[in-house]
């Protein structure tokens, strides 16, 4: 684990964790991890691009070390965000519950961490490992996101988890984006413009290394 990271963690009493696959990361990621930060007034939030996804196995993915890189592109110039490199360079699947863990570790007694999902993410929540000790170290915070409904959710959610877990789940509206990674990708394989969708190093650096191409 990087010098850097273990100094914000042990600095910050409130942090966001951004988990993602990041394939590539775009302007969603971005607003809605600046929303969350500024809403909950988190002192960083922390950036973490998955290894080995469990739930995308089937899916081929780019390689870390590229999807690490458009990460740091896309959040450098932000002085309250920060990537991770701990699921990356952790051997086998990446499990949220094993980041969490690490992270709580590194923080000072009382200091809190929120995890920033998107509302299609926390539909998954209930299918994740250890979801009890997740939801008992990490505050969720679910973002609203185009084409999924919140309030499906919250009655999907009341239905599978009990009342104390539910309470750690906070719904956040965040200015809507229709953009996902999957349609990032299949513009580049169909040749169409994916400008303004991502910053604009991060579509650089796509077309630089050839990615996404047919
Ligand atoms: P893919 O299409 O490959 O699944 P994605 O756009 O969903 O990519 P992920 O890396 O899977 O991106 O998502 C990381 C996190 O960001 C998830 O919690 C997801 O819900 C959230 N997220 C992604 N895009 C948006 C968006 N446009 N608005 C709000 N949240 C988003
Ligand atoms: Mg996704």
């Known amino acids: ?29 971005l607003v809605t991890a600046e929303a969350a930060r500024s809403e909950f007034n988190l002192e960083k939030v922390i950036f973490v691009p998955s290894g080995q996804p469990p739930h995308k196995k089937m899916k081929t993915i780019s390689s870390k070390e590229f999807r690490y890189l458009m990460t740091f592109l896309a959040t450098a110039a932000n002085p309250y965000f920060e990537v991770s490199r701990t699921e990356i360079d952790r051997p086998g699947e990446s499990f949220t519950i094993d980041t969490v863990r690490y992270m709580k570790n ?89 400008k303004y969708l991502l910053p604009e190093s991060v579509e650089n650096f796509i077309h630089k290394n050839n990615l996404y191409l047919p």
């Open 1 to 29: 684990m990087d010098f850097y990271e273990d100094l914000h963690l042990q600095r910050s009493k409130r942090v966001g964790i951004m988990g993602g696959t990041f394939d590539p990361i775009h302007l969603g990621h």
């Open 106 to 194: 590194k923080m000072q007694p009382g200091g809190e961490l929120f995890f920033i999902t998107g509302a299609d993410a926390i539909l998954e929540i209930v299918t994740w490992k250890n979801v009890n000790e997740l939801l008992d170290v990490v505050t969720f915070i679910a973002a609203t996101r185009p084409g999924y409904d919140l309030n499906e959710l919250k009655s999907r959610l009341t239905k599978e988890l009990d009342n104390q877990f539910l309470k750690k789940i906070i719904a956040l509206e965040v200015p809507a984006m229709a953009i996902s990674s999957t349609d990032i990708r299949i513009r580049m394989k169909k040749n169409r413009s994916i």
